[in-house]
Structure formats: C-alpha cells, structure tokens
C-alpha cells in the first residue's frame, strides 16, 4: 500500500533535510567531526548570515537575481532544471560584465525543450551536462565563493509563483567552500 506519490515523497524527503539543516544551524551540535557551539563552527567562523525564502510568497527569484547582480567575480550553478527566462538573463548580464559562469544541469532536463541552457551557452557561460547514471537533483548556486543559495527552487517560473519551494541563502565561506567543492566534483562527471 503506497501512502504517498514519489513525488510527494521527495518533496517530504526535501522538507526534512532542510529541516534538519535549520535545526543544524540554530542549536548546539558537538560530533568528532564538526563542533558548532552557539552560532560557531570549529574554526571559530561565525554563521552570522542565513535567509530563508518560500515560494510562491518570497518570489524566489529575485533574492537570486539580486545577489547575481552584486557579484563581482564568479557564479557556479548546479541545478536540475533551468527554464526561467529572468534568472537566465542576469546570468548572461554577469558573464557580460566578465564573470566565471558555469553551469551544470541534470541530462534528462537538458533534453527538455523548455531548457534554457543551450541559450545560456550561446551568450558564451560555459554548460556541463550531468553525464553519470542517477538525476542530478542538485540544486545550488555559489557566489563569489563565499555565499551560497540552496533548497529545493528549481530555476522555473512554476517554482517561483505556483510551488511550495525553499530557498536557502547562507554567507559563510567554509560553508561556500564544501559546496564549491561538490561542484568540482561534479564537474569531473559531466562533460
């Protein structure tokens, strides 16, 4: 007896790790590998600065776009589905004004013809496509490898106006660093 949807059941999936991650940032937690202690991870860097917007109500988008155009040197994208045409345009405009774009994309979206990333690829920002077997259901951007915005927002226009969708924007460079860090990895999957 099936109680939920698989969609259903990976929105509940999402809902939970971000709860987590909430609660991960706004309690004591100890373990061998990490100590963060009233607001401080172990290398005494304070997580000062974290946002959460929901969608439809916050309009997703434009907290992205907004830090998109305060850029100043580099924009690293890994997300699953890319089809909203304003976050496309300030990527274009930060690759106009000579940032390091990059973005990697799930292979099964890339075969949408609502994708955006061969538009994205003509206006010169380098597109990877997610090659290795699995969806890459990331969904990540880092910004000057020093902020980064995740959750559940998929760049679609239904994401920001009709879903209930989360999005995360955390300031830390440690932080920035690890997903940087992913990025790069699944850099090396794609082609």
Do not use: W
């Amino acid at each position: 007896m099936n109680f939920f949807t698989k969609k259903e059941a990976i929105f509940f999936i999402t809902i939970l790790i971000i709860s987590f991650l909430i609660i991960f940032f706004f309690t004591n937690y100890n373990s061998s590998f990490l100590s963060f202690e009233k607001g401080y991870l172990s290398t005494n860097t304070y997580v000062s600065d974290l946002e959460i917007f929901f969608c439809p109500e916050d309009y997703c988008s434009s907290h992205l776009i907004s830090e998109i155009n305060f850029a100043e040197k580099s924009i690293y994208v890994a997300i699953y589905s890319f089809t909203h045409y304003d976050i496309a345009n300030a990527l274009i405009s930060a690759k106009k004004r000579g940032l390091d774009v990059k973005i990697i994309i799930d292979f099964l979206q890339s075969t949408s013809k609502y994708s955006l990333h061969n538009m994205l690829e003509e206006q010169g920002i380098l597109i990877f496509i997610k090659k290795d077997s699995g969806v890459m259901h990331n969904k990540f951007a880092i910004i000057d490898e020093k902020k980064v915005f995740t959750g559940s927002f998929n760049y679609s226009l239904n994401a920001d106006t009709k879903n209930d969708e989360t999005l995360i924007l955390i300031k830390n460079k440690i932080i920035a660093s690890k997903f940087f860090s992913k990025f790069n990895k699944l850099l090396k999957e794609s082609y």
